[in-house]
């Protein structure tokens, strides 16, 4: 087995930018080369090459048992340098509020050295103020421990078992750390829109993959699928002038039913909890007015189909609806004011509430987002009673948010005969040496 070949339907976005949130392929070609210090697995996060002895109030993260591919160990410093490179370029700061100071810098209140923390010889410390969201947060691959070399990001140098030697149009090759001589030599990430192709592909080349966030099963026939554990989310965005169009709750039962109706869209979403458990409403409808919608969303399956029931819904109300598709290159650029509909494929940071709370800060009504931002803080302070605060902010998202959560994407991938079965961390990300060595043990 001396090389892998994943097909991709677009080109990673961000790819090896820690500075930003990469879309769902970028994390996949990002796990063959770094690893972040907590996996989740088995419904629970694990340390990862790092010793963990925090306790309450204080993080306590010991290195030394994960090596860099020059044979250099991962070190403390190098998490806390990168931790300092994400503060200062700002864009995933906010994921970093819990460690005291962190707010505070980012408001330009203090300085970088004032952010609680700090090296002690193998040990990375930091003051919480709280103790759980850090392991969450350290989950995700953003976070994961890069190479500096005089303040400069060094790309060359990575610890996954992989490093970027070349980027073309269509293609990424990755080639193997030297001291892991025991994985495949190389690693090719092939971008192929179109999924029949793509399959055509995998029967030809004898250790290949496809699938991941392309699975069309109107075309797979009697191909054998696996499942992927996936965090991405189908929302829809709502301008407030469509806001006032239709009933928030109406609107969010009818997606449900057309979806539940829907043979292909069963298959690829599973349904999020307050969609999945909402009632038709008697009394006020959706209201019938005569406008355009404008509706964006980026061009590739399933997302043509649901864009399709979305607009059904709304012509009933006497809507137009404007469909427009665009690459997901080209969507991540565009100005979401000039829509008034957009659907879009969100994987968050972390799972954790607070996180999600903070984010909706941008969805709420006007008229509702001061209340929405005095309940946040309330819950912030200590020794409130959390679950009625809990139960009022969750109240406000269902019916002022202007952001519509339909539910996670249920991936699937599909592999050549010869190719080996992924192992897979809870969020997704392939664990390509411990793959290698199941597949070698089941070889002997």
């Not at 991962?74 to 700061?93: C, H």
């Not at 519509?404 to 392939?430: N, R």
């Amino acid at each position: 087995m001396n090389n892998l070949t994943f097909f991709l339907d677009d080109y990673p976005q961000n790819l090896l930018n820690p500075r930003e949130v990469m879309d769902h392929n970028a994390k996949l070609v990002t796990s063959f080369m770094y690893q972040p210090i907590f996996l989740r697995e088995k419904g629970q996060i694990i340390p990862n090459g790092i010793i963990d002895e925090s306790v309450n109030g204080k993080i306590r993260i010991k290195f030394g048992k994960s090596l860099w591919s020059d044979g250099s160990r991962v070190t403390a410093n190098d998490f806390y340098n990168s931790l300092r490179y994400i503060l200062v370029n700002n864009p995933l700061s906010s994921y970093l509020n819990f460690i005291k100071g962190v707010s505070e810098y980012v408001k330009g209140n203090v300085s970088l050295d004032d952010i609680k923390m700090k090296v002690e010889g193998d040990y990375f410390c930091a003051e919480v103020y709280r103790s759980d969201l850090y392991k969450g947060v350290f989950s995700n691959i953003n976070f994961s421990p890069k190479k500096f070399e005089n303040g400069e990001l060094d790309r060359s140098i990575t610890a996954g078992g992989y490093k970027l030697i070349k980027q073309y149009k269509n293609k990424i090759v990755l080639i193997r750390n030297q001291n892991l001589i025991n994985l495949p030599e190389y690693v090719y990430f092939r971008i192929e829109k179109d999924f029949l192709k793509q399959l055509k592909r995998v029967n030809e080349e004898k250790y290949s993959y496809t699938g991941f966030t392309s699975t069309n099963f109107s075309q797979i026939g009697e191909i054998n699928t696996f499942p992927i554990n996936s965090g991405i989310h189908f929302r829809i965005i709502i301008s407030s002038e469509v806001l006032n169009i239709i009933n928030l709750s109406k609107f969010r039962y009818e997606i449900k039913e057309e979806i539940r109706k829907n043979i292909e869209l069963k298959k690829l979403i599973e349904l999020s909890d307050d969609t999945l458990n909402l009632v038709p409403i008697d009394g006020k409808q959706l209201r019938k007015r005569e406008q355009t919608v404008n509706f964006l969303y980026p061009n590739y399956y399933p997302n043509d189909i649901l864009v399709r029931l979305t607009s059904k819904i709304l012509k009933r109300v006497g809507c137009g609806v404007t469909e427009k598709s665009v690459s997901l290159s080209k969507f991540m650029t565009v100005d979401i004011q000039d829509y008034d509909m957009i659907l879009e494929l969100v994987e968050p940071i972390t799972d954790n509430r607070l996180d999600k709370w903070i984010e909706q800060i941008r969805f709420i009504e006007q008229c509702k987002k001061s209340d929405y931002v005095s309940l946040i803080n309330e819950y912030l302070e200590p020794n409130n009673f959390y679950q009625d605060i809990e139960s009022r902010i969750e109240a406000i998202i269902f019916s002022n948010s202007l952001c519509v959560d339909i539910g996670l994407f249920k991936q699937y991938y599909t592999k050549s005969e010869g190719a080996p079965q992924l192992i897979l961390t809870d969020d997704g990300l392939i664990k390509i040496i411990s793959t290698v060595e199941n597949s070698e043990i089941r070889e002997r």
